[in-house]
T-cell receptor, first 118, second 110 residues
């Protein structure tokens, strides 16, 4: 099915463990994003990627690592999980229109991964 | 943070009434988008308005943008119970990143 899928849907891990959240999109969108959603903070941008092998930090990148070896995949890794990283994580993608030098296309979101760090 | 701020945080109305929510932001933007999020789901794009536009319509949705006041409003007319959700504005001021506000939680009572 076309779209953007995240896995796992739910994850419980212990403090200090490494965990990877997966994101896969079938549209061949150039841009992909990772957000975390917490009560009182809305959605905060962690990392984004303009294309394969191009990634950049967002608002809250500390403690996270991303990679983008293929256009369709954008995994997010917590190298050593902490309780403060308990959150709902959303992946999104967007097509680059490029005409005006800005991203004038909607974001398409996955259904999120609810991560609990104990 | 450069995120927008939605107002009110929560809104409860009767079915058939209009719902208005506002978004204020801090810096000049390229465009502004509104999204809806149903409980337990990802965000769904509603409408995009560019910085040189003042108003856009999509079905029962009307969005306005006032760049001099750095604010936008989303109006949902003739609300339905199915409109119950959280609504977020997202601003782009860098050209390739979107920053979200904390959202307005809308409850439409049947």
């Amino acid at each position: 099915d076309a779209g953007i899928t995240q896995s796992p849907r739910y994850k419980i891990t212990e403090t200090g463990r490494q965990v990877t959240l997966m994101c896969h999109q079938t549209w061949s969108h150039s841009y992909m994003f990772w957000y975390r959603q917490d009560l009182g903070h809305g959605l905060r941008l962690i990392y984004y990627s303009a294309a394969a092998d191009i990634t950049d930090k967002g608002e809250v990148p500390d403690g996270y690592v991303v990679s983008r070896s293929k256009t369709e995949n954008f995994p997010l890794t917590l190298e050593s999980a902490t309780r403060s990283q308990t959150s709902v994580y959303f992946c999104a993608s967007s097509a680059w229109t490029g005409r005006s030098g800005t991203l004038n296309s909607p974001l398409h979101f996955g259904n999120g991964t609810r991560l609990t760090v104990t | 943070s450069q995120q927008g701020e939605e107002d009110p945080q929560a809104l409860s109305i009767q079915e058939g009434e209009n719902a208005t929510m506002n978004c204020s932001y801090k810096t000049s933007i390229n465009n502004l988008q509104w999204y809806r999020q149903n409980s337990g789901r990802g965000l769904v794009h509603l409408i995009l308005i560019r910085s040189n536009e003042r108003e856009k319509h999509s079905g029962r949705l009307r969005v306005t943008l006032d760049t001099s006041k750095k604010s936008s409003s989303l109006l949902i007319t003739a609300s339905r119970a199915a409109d119950t959700a959280s609504y977020f504005c997202a601003t782009d001021f860098t050209g390739n990143q979107f920053y979200f506000g904390t959202g307005t939680s809308l409850t439409v009572i049947p």
